[in-house]
């Protein structure tokens, strides 16, 4: 049985690391040699994997497949024998975890993972790359077709990929206590120069590396829920119209007809070590997470403490510390830059912000595509309290009820970072929905208040919230009645 210093190494690439003829040292570099050296061992088994994710005939499920195809071949066996650790970078988090979930006995021959820019919860370049132009360029370039699947994947509020996260939240599926996996993630928040000229946000946000946001990269999240009450399940449809007449005037509703639940805090255990890496890019082979030059200091020092700390929670912990002394290290760094006449302030590539994921359905399961969701602020004038401060919302493709919100919650000032959420004023969360097929259907509104402290809960710095709406679906009057009939009797 092999020692837990020397368990086989295998890395998975991410989303269009592969084109026509790539060699495989275009796709990982030197980071396996980097490694090997690093660990300080003559012999270190290191298997370099390939995989197609540019092509519109393969999905992830395809892919996680054939991976567990290959384990099973007579020349990797021993990976399933005698236990292994991988390294994946950006959609390889996907592809390893859909294999945990779907292939891997309970404990798992896989005992550690290594996220290089993790794609947890999407990538804005999903949504740009389903453009012609985007397609244009793989088959000019790549000789391949856009990947479609894959990108689909990859999309903010995907439906697979939330479902495939969630599951491991389940009684009997965590990864560390049931899988016996050990996770940690680690993540840049630095563009790179060539993409600060292009007329598109998602490859020069702040708090993202140029093709991930941070707060998507981390394996932490949190998960919360909102449904209706009782007392609004059992509404006739005259009171449902008076609330819907009250909405529209933006006039208050009872704010017990929905309530907030918390299924899962992202600081409850078991939790994943999370580190923000100075001047570190998705891509790239000077600043590259994978591939770089001039952020070995940043990138090797982390993956061998990974790789040869100890599978115990104590050790876990210890790690999750230091690197959070890590980030707060990047950020003091991050505090000392200087803005030039001809570039943008580079402070703010380091300001943390939170994703949001709202998924509004009905109570049958539902999408529903026509809704609105509001943040009415309740910060007064001259008052020290802030409000949200709102960065970005997009639509997913595929389930229009699906919207990811992206939200400031740091600021630089004068060298110091500020928490924009420790003056957090409360709001009024509103969300609406309308059936615009038929006036006989009607939601009944969210009208719910959220005090500072349970915004703090929602709302996290460099981390994912997974809201799911349940709005309450009510017919009029007319969808089904019933008439008492008439009936004399025979004399």
């Not at 009171?239 to 704010?255: F, G, K, T, Y």
């Not at 890019?281 to 982390?302: F, K, S, Y």
């Not at 949200?388 to 595929?398: A, T, V, Y």
């Amino acid at each position: 049985m092999t020692t837990a210093t020397n368990t086989p190494i295998v890395f998975i690439h991410g989303y269009g690391s592969e084109g026509r003829n790539t060699p495989i040292h275009d796709i990982y570099g030197e980071l396996p040699q980097q490694i090997a050296h690093s660990l300080g061992q003559k012999v270190v088994s290191i298997n370099l994997s390939r995989w197609i994710s540019l092509s519109d005939g393969i999905h992830l499920e395809d892919v996680s497949f054939a991976l567990e195809r290959a384990l099973r071949s007579p020349s990797y066996q021993h990976l399933l024998d005698q236990g292994f650790r991988c390294i994946v970078h950006s959609t390889g988090a996907l592809v390893i975890r859909h294999w945990l979930k779907e292939y891997s006995p309970k404990p798992s021959p896989l005992n550690k993972v290594i996220y290089l820019a993790g794609a947890f919860f999407g990538s804005g370049l999903a949504h740009m790359g389903m453009g012609q132009l985007s397609r244009w360029a793989h088959i000019i370039f790549k000789g391949t077709s856009t990947g479609l699947p894959s990108l689909r994947s990859l999309e903010f509020g995907a439906n697979v990929t939330i479902d495939l996260h969630q599951y491991f939240l389940q009684a009997h599926h965590s990864l560390r206590d049931d899988f016996g996996v050990y996770e940690y993630c680690m993540v840049g928040s630095q563009t790179l120069p060539a993409l600060r000229m292009i007329p598109n946000r998602y490859v020069k946000e702040d708090s993202s590396d140029c093709t991930l946001r941070t707060a998507s990269a981390n394996a932490n999240f949190n998960y919360f829920e909102i449904t209706y009450t009782p007392e609004g399940s059992r509404l006739s449809a005259q009171i449902l119209q008076e609330h819907i007449r009250a909405r529209c005037a933006n006039q208050a509703l009872p704010s017990q007809l929905y309530k907030l639940t918390v299924l899962h805090q992202a600081d409850q255990a078991p939790q994943v070590p999370y580190a923000l890496l100075y001047e570190t890019a998705h891509i790239g082979d000077a600043i590259g997470i994978m591939e770089g030059r001039r952020n070995r200091t940043q990138v090797l020092p982390r993956i061998k403490e990974a790789l040869t700390c100890n599978n115990t929670p104590n050790t876990q912990q210890h790690l999750m510390d230091k690197w959070q002394k890590i980030t707060e290290k990047t950020l003091n760094r991050a505090a000392k830059l200087k803005q030039r006449l001809n570039e943008w302030n580079p402070q703010s590539q380091y300001e943390a912000h939170s994703q949001v994921i709202f998924r509004v359905r009905d109570q049958f399961g539902r999408d529903i595509n026509e809704h609105d969701i509001t943040f009415k602020s309740h910060a007064k004038k001259n008052s020290l309290a802030l409000p949200l401060l709102i960065e970005d919302k997009i639509k997913n493709s595929l389930s229009q009820g699906n919207t990811t919100y992206y939200f400031r919650v740091q600021h630089f000032e004068k060298g110091e970072l500020t928490d924009r959420l420790a003056n957090i004023a409360p709001i009024t969360l509103e969300i609406t929905g309308v059936e615009p097929k038929s006036p006989d259907m009607h939601y009944l509104p969210v009208m719910l208040p959220l005090s500072a402290k349970k915004l703090r809960a929602l709302i996290q710095p460099f981390k994912t919230s997974i809201v799911d709406v349940i709005l309450l679906r009510l017919p009029s009057h007319k969808v089904f009645a019933l008439t008492q009939a008439s009936v004399v009797p025979d004399l």
